[in-house]
């Protein structure tokens, strides 16, 4: 399985990112797609992960109503919408996938991890 995050970048406050996280190398029916990040010095932390079956979402509280997140189930790629970006949302974003279905914001129920995407929220 190999995952590839993009789309990160700098950005003022106030301002919007689309992350994409697209998936390639597995032939599972069902998995789920977590996205996680990790400032400088501080633990890595989920913000949000979908099901690729039923679609159902879970998000990290800190960001309800500022990030969405998607799936394309032809590309096999999700996305994550951000909105209204602070300053501590800056940090490198990850996505990883498990592949029992099950959406989750802990690091530890996933089995694949992309490399990282930065981003950078400063004025």
């Known amino acids: 399985v190999q995952l590839v995050e993009s789309g990160g970048g700098s950005v003022q406050p106030g301002g919007s990112l689309r992350l994409s996280c697209a998936a390639s190398?597995?032939?599972?029916?069902?998995?789920?797609i977590g996205w996680f990040r990790q400032a400088p010095g501080q633990e890595r932390e989920g913000i949000s992960s979908?099901?690729?079956?039923?679609?159902?979402?879970y998000y990290r509280d800190s960001v309800k109503g500022r990030f969405a997140i998607s799936i394309d189930n032809a590309k096999n790629t999700v996305y994550l919408q951000m909105n209204s970006l602070k300053p501590e949302d800056t940090a490198v974003y990850y996505c990883a996938m498990n592949s029992w279905g099950t959406p989750s914001l802990s690091q530890y129920a996933y089995d694949y991890w992309g490399g990282g995407t930065q981003v950078t929220v400063s004025s």
């Open positions: 979908i099901s690729s079956s039923d679609g159902s979402t």
């Open positions: 190398g597995f032939t599972l029916d069902s998995y789920a």
